[in-house]
């Protein structure tokens, strides 16, 4: 061989060794080789950046002092050295860094340990996940154990939450019902509004004072301020001659729920931020005010914020009653409430008429996919409408009157012998006032939509509910 081969041969092993030692130098994970006699011979960057020990402090040292004198805790290499197998173990430096090392031993032609390379991988980057995690799995059970809680306080107080949407609801109701706020409650006409007012109530600090609802928009117009504030004796003409307590003072130390605040006029409005801001009330025909400690409730169907472009909502009212806004769902977005509502109203009714009557499986379906535009309403008024036609013990999807069932159908093309015609249309008139009031919400649009004034309204719709 030439002297030329021999500086080219020498020149490529140069290089090669250049190139593994950068190779090993630029590794992701710490690399550490000893000889066969365990002497450190080779760290690279990645195992001084994990460990936090230099090359300085281990190179050329035997792993036997180092772990002796403390500068490690345990040594993989002495371990693959003695057991003359792959050995892995895990360990945490002095940097706070959780690695796995793995201790190859690399076998001579005679079967002497030639070497040791030591492969540390850092894994405390899964193991701040693998701590998330548990975290979370740990609030994940302790929400379930919270609405398992929650659910079992409903259930005596009446009140059905089976599905997620609700249970956010509830929720949130729990969390500010001991705090003393002013509620909004938002949601559809006949989502369960009062049901949730109640809920925060019975969870108050005030649970064994006064719960006064005030539905705003049953009470005629010229009617709202004397009942809302009450009056002096003679304030006006066919005043009570003693006078008269509002329900704001009747309220006091208590709750009082304003229904359908949305129908309350603009000049009750005026009063009622007077009340938020000042915590006093007057009488009409009074001369000094009365001071009150209520907590409001307020809820509606309306879109408040439309509302307030149009003037017909005061400003500075919507931000006193938005203090704790909740959004209740609708019932076609809680599926999973739908047929345990049916099953307890269901138990209500057979109560109340005697019967032991259940829903086929098909009729529950019919539930499920039915959208509900009257909400819990609605599905409260099909249930006893189904209990009562069924005839017998099984109530099946024929009897349920949604949509258009067969005895719709019957009843355009045939009329019923009537032995008491001023009876029968009582029971028209009801059914097209329920219907009008499901519709919108609220006495005065449904009252409006029939033709009717809101207190003829009022007077006819209570009358017959007591029938």
């Not at 209520?294 to 500075?316: C, H, P, Q, S, Y």
């Not at 099909?382 to 719709?408: F, H, K, N, W």
Request: with cysteine.
């Amino acid at each position: 061989m030439g002297i030329m081969q021999e500086k080219t041969i020498f020149r490529t092993l140069e290089e090669t060794k250049k190139h593994l030692e950068m190779i090993i130098e630029n590794s992701f994970d710490g690399i550490y080789i000893t000889d066969g006699d365990a002497n450190t011979v080779m760290i690279n960057h990645a195992y001084e950046q994990i460990t936090g020990l230099s090359k300085k402090e281990v190179f050329g040292k035997n792993m036997k002092k180092l772990v002796a004198t403390g500068t490690i805790s345990q040594s993989g290499s002495l371990k693959a050295i003695k057991e003359r197998r792959t050995v892995t173990l895990m360990q945490e430096f002095k940097t706070g860094k959780k690695a796995m090392i793995t201790s190859t031993p690399v076998f001579d032609e005679t079967g002497e340990v030639d070497m040791v390379v030591t492969n540390v991988r850092d894994l405390t980057e899964i193991y701040r996940l693998k701590e998330r995690v548990e975290e979370q799995e740990q609030e994940e059970e302790k929400l379930r154990r919270n609405l398992e809680h929650v659910q079992q306080c409903l259930v005596t107080e009446n009140m059905i939450a089976q599905d997620k949407n609700t249970l956010e609801a509830v929720l949130l109701s729990g969390k500010v019902a001991p705090l003393d706020a002013t509620v909004m409650l938002l949601g559809e006409t006949g989502v369960g509004k009062e049901v949730f007012a109640k809920h925060i109530f019975q969870n108050s600090e005030r649970k064994d004072e006064n719960f006064i609802k005030v539905n705003c928009g049953a009470i005629p117009e010229n009617l709202i301020e004397s009942e809302l504030f009450g009056y002096e004796k003679g304030a006006f003409t066919g005043a009570n001659r003693n006078g008269k307590m509002g329900l704001f003072e009747l309220a006091d130390k208590g709750t009082i729920f304003l229904d359908e605040i949305g129908e309350l006029p603009l000049s009750m409005q005026v009063k009622l931020l007077r009340v938020i801001q000042e915590r006093e009330i007057e009488r009409i025909g009074g001369t000094k005010p009365i001071p009150i400690d209520v907590r409001i409730i307020a809820a509606t169907n309306r879109n408040l914020e439309k509302m307030m472009k149009e003037g017909t909502f005061r400003e500075d009212l919507y931000y006193r009653l938005m203090v704790f806004p909740i959004q209740i769902p609708p019932l076609r977005q809680r599926k999973d409430d739908i047929a345990p509502l049916a099953e307890f109203f269901l138990s209500q009714f057979n109560k109340k008429y005697n019967f032991r009557k259940k829903f086929s499986e098909s009729s529950i379906c019919v539930l499920n996919e039915y959208t509900w535009p009257g909400n819990i309403r609605e599905l409260k008024n099909i249930v006893e409408r189904a209990i009562i036609i069924s005839s017998s013990d099984v109530i099946d999807p024929d009897v349920l009157p949604i949509g258009e069932t067969r005895q719709m159908k019957a009843a355009k093309t045939s009329r019923k012998p009537v032995t008491d015609l001023q009876k029968e249309l009582q029971e028209i008139e009801a059914g097209y006032m329920e219907e009008a009031y499901e519709k919108y919400g609220n006495v005065r649009d449904a009252a409006k939509s029939l033709g009717m004034n809101a207190s003829t309204f009022v007077r006819k719709r209570k009358k017959y509910k007591q029938e």
